[in-house]
């Protein structure tokens, strides 16, 4: 991309897993860059040291305003990457109202505060969720979005926010629906450092290395070849280059805003991830037969042809055991940086 066009980049919640791959990626590719993170689920060692890291909460004007002012030497942010917010679904349907205030109002401040200093781009981070339980898979953008949990609900009410607003004001956006992301960087530079968190390869490679003594399979009964759910994974690497070139499409037209899917459009199924795990690693992970949870699909499964021909991605690192062999190598790091 032409240099002029590489505006100062405010990403949100860039302390967290998926934000701090995004931070690295634009930092690769030169765009000024600085992060907002409240740090409740973030890590200040995920933030490069020549990164500017605002601490504080998307739902403070004062701040926001500051930051918009200040950012690139005082340029002003030039576009917004908004990853702030809570993601554990079970957790949403315990506590409907913080995700509700985590995930949509404070999106309405920073989207209100962002009209306010005419910040004109914003990607944000949505979810295969606001599917609920698709009837068909693969998954389109136009497949019907009924989620079943306030987790799907809060992100499907900010992607509605933004397409109001984008309709009144001069800002256009992209909202990206992951399905599941894993992984890390290559580098080692980041990755999933959330303690307990749910997500199947980050479970699995700490049950590889002795850090927890087996992994729960929840359900074997499910309309797939195994009997247990099918996901799409996604690399977290390849995730943040989509926001990436993204963003260079919001940039080079800026009347129009995208909505798209983030996956490979293959699946593996719970099964076939923990025998990856235990070929990558060479040791056998032990498994617990557990019972079904509520609301998870036989099989979710994304259809990328939008995004494949709306932006000139090309994924680097779409293996099964790419991804969890940087997973892996994330999770001995992990452990050096905390003794």
Not at 36 to 65: M, Q, R, S
Not at 125 to 141: C, D, I, K, L, R
Not at 157 to 185: I, K, W
Request: glycine residues 8%; hydrophobic residues 40%.
């Amino acid at each position: 991309m032409n240099e002029s066009r590489r505006v100062p980049v405010l990403v949100t919640g860039g302390a967290g897993y998926i934000g701090s791959h995004a931070v690295l990626a634009l930092k690769d590719a030169g765009w000024p860059v600085a992060v907002i993170d409240n740090l409740t689920t973030g890590f200040k060692f995920a933030v490069p040291e020549d990164v500017p890291l605002y601490e504080g909460d998307i739902e403070d004007a004062d701040l926001l305003a500051r930051i918009f002012a200040e950012q690139g030497m005082g340029q002003g942010t030039g576009a917004i990457m908004h990853f702030a917010g809570s993601i554990v679904v079970p957790e949403s349907v315990e506590n409907p109202l913080k995700y509700y205030h985590n995930n949509t109002v404070k999106s309405r401040a920073l989207i209100e505060a962002a009209v306010k200093a005419g910040v004109p781009h914003m990607i944000f981070s949505s979810t295969a969720a606001t599917y609920g339980m698709p009837e068909t898979s693969p998954v389109t953008e136009d497949t019907p979005r009924k989620p079943i949990n306030p987790y799907g609900w809060s992100k499907l009410m900010t992607e509605q926010m933004l397409a109001d607003v984008s309709a009144a004001h001069p800002l256009n956006f992209c909202a990206l629906r992951y399905f599941n992301v894993a992984g890390a960087d290559p580098h080692a530079r980041s990755g999933q450092s959330t303690a307990g968190a749910t997500h199947l390869i980050k479970v699995a490679v700490e049950a590889a290395l002795g850090k927890r003594e087996s992994v729960s399979v929840f359900g074997t009964d499910y309309d797939t070849p195994d009997g247990t759910g099918v996901r799409d994974y996604i690399h977290v690497s390849d995730l943040a280059a989509a926001h990436v070139l993204a963003l260079e499409a919001l940039i080079a037209q800026p009347e129009r805003s995208l909505t798209m899917n983030c996956g490979y459009g293959r699946g593996f199924s719970v099964l076939e991830v923990l025998d990856a795990v235990d070929r990558v690693t060479n040791r056998t992970i032990e498994r617990r037969i557990e019972g079904r949870r509520a609301g998870d699909p036989d099989s979710l499964i994304s259809d990328p042809s939008r995004i494949r021909a709306t932006l000139p991605w090309q994924p680097q690192h779409a293996d099964l055991d790419t991804i969890i062999a940087h997973a892996l190598q994330w999770e001995r790091k992990l452990s050096e940086i905390r003794g």
